[in-house]
C-alpha cells in the first residue's frame, strides 16, 4: 500500500487532501515547542501534500517580522525559527495568520505569510472533511 514513503493511489483515495496546523498553544518563549509543528509542516509538504500552518493566539506572534529570527531553534547550533520557517516555505508550506495576530501586533508581518484569515476560515478548515487538522 506504500511506494517510497508514499501510500499508494488506492490508500490516498481515503485520505485527507490536506494537512492543516495551526500554531496556537505553543510559547515563542520555548523554542521546543515550535520545532515539531513547522518540521512536521516541512516533511508533508516534501511528501507532496497540501499543508497550511496558521499562527494564531499567543504563538501569531511568529508571524511578526522579527521575531522568529530572534528564537533559536535547538535544532542546529545557528539556526532560528525563522530559518525552520523559510525551509518549510520553499518545501511548499503555506503560511497564514489569524487577523487576530494582526489586530494584537499590528500588519507587519513576515514575507511567507500570504493571508490574514478569519475565525470562519480555520473553523471551515477544521471541519472540512477533506482536511486533517493538527494544533500545537
Avoid at 483515495?13 to 512536521?40: C, G, R
Avoid at 522579527?66 to 530559518?83: C, L, M, P, V, W
Avoid at 493571508?115 to 478548515?125: A, F
Amino acid at each position: 500500500m506504500w511506494h517510497n514513503n508514499r501510500p499508494s493511489s488506492q490508500l490516498r483515495s481515503f485520505m485527507a487532501e490536506k494537512l492543516v496546523i495551526i500554531i496556537l498553544n505553543s510559547s515563542p518563549d520555548q523554542s521546543s515547542e515550535l520545532v515539531e509543528p513547522i518540521y512536521h509542516a516541512t516533511i508533508a509538504a516534501s511528501m507532496e501534500y497540501q499543508v497550511e500552518v496558521i499562527f494564531a493566539g499567543r504563538a501569531g506572534e511568529l508571524a511578526i517580522r522579527g521575531i522568529a529570527n530572534k528564537i533559536h531553534s535547538q535544532r542546529k547550533a545557528d539556526e532560528t525559527i525563522y530559518d525552520l520557517i523559510k525551509e518549510a516555505y520553499q518545501s511548499g508550506v503555506v503560511f497564514k495568520a489569524s487577523k487576530f495576530v494582526v489586530q494584537k501586533w499590528g500588519d507587519n508581518v513576515i514575507a511567507e505569510v500570504s493571508e490574514v484569515v478569519s475565525g470562519g476560515y480555520i473553523i471551515g478548515e477544521i471541519m472540512n472533511h477533506n482536511v486533517t487538522t493538527l494544533t500545537y
